[in-house]
């Protein structure tokens, strides 16, 4: 499995990511969270199977390894993978954290032989870059382990 070199030694809690997650749904949507915040949403309220979120969440790491990042409302982070797996990056951690995830993103998070192309970093704000990066190096962590932490049903 491809992995960023960098991984984070601080992480949200899970607890309050399954808090901010439900919200967001309107806790309509079943869903567990990673060890370090990873999420995988079921389709439905219904719960699946561990092997299930598991199989989606190796899915995400295996393609293209791309992801969106949206500010909500709130000030907190969607940044969103393949299919139904996100990640939540709290303002608030992000901000006490700011300069640490700056360090280990430029340090090691871009893939061997990836890098930046000229005018995407300028479409994309930069803070959304470091959002991102954090947490794509965050569901690399999660999908080595495959260890859930939490669960929501609504």
């Known amino acids: 499995?491809?992995?960023s070199l960098w991984q984070p030694t601080s992480v949200e809690d899970p607890a309050t990511i399954a808090e901010v997650a439900a919200f967001y749904t309107g806790r309509s949507r079943a869903f567990v969270i990673y060890k370090s915040g990873t999420i995988v949403f079921s389709d439905?309220?219904?719960a699946r199977?561990?092997?299930?979120?598991d199989a989606?969440?190796?899915d995400a790491v295996n393609g293209a390894p791309d992801f969106n990042v949206r500010e909500m409302e709130d000030g907190n982070f969607l940044v969103r993978f393949k299919g139904p797996v996100t990640e939540i990056v709290l303002r608030s951690f992000y901000d006490a954290h700011r300069e640490a995830i700056r360090i280990g993103v430029d340090a090691g998070a871009l893939l061997?032989?990836?890098e930046v192309r000229p005018g995407t970093e300028a479409q994309l704000p930069k803070e959304h870059y470091y959002v991102g990066l954090y947490a794509r190096s965050k569901l690399f962590i999660?999908?080595?382990s495959?260890?859930?932490c939490e669960r929501f049903t609504p």
């Open 44 to 46: 439905t309220g219904s």
């Open 56 to 58: 989606t969440l190796l």
């Open 1 to 3: 499995m491809i992995a």
């Open 49 to 53: 199977p561990d092997g299930d979120y």
């Open 146 to 148: 495959l260890e859930i």
């Open 112 to 114: 061997p032989g990836e």
């Open 142 to 144: 999660d999908a080595s």
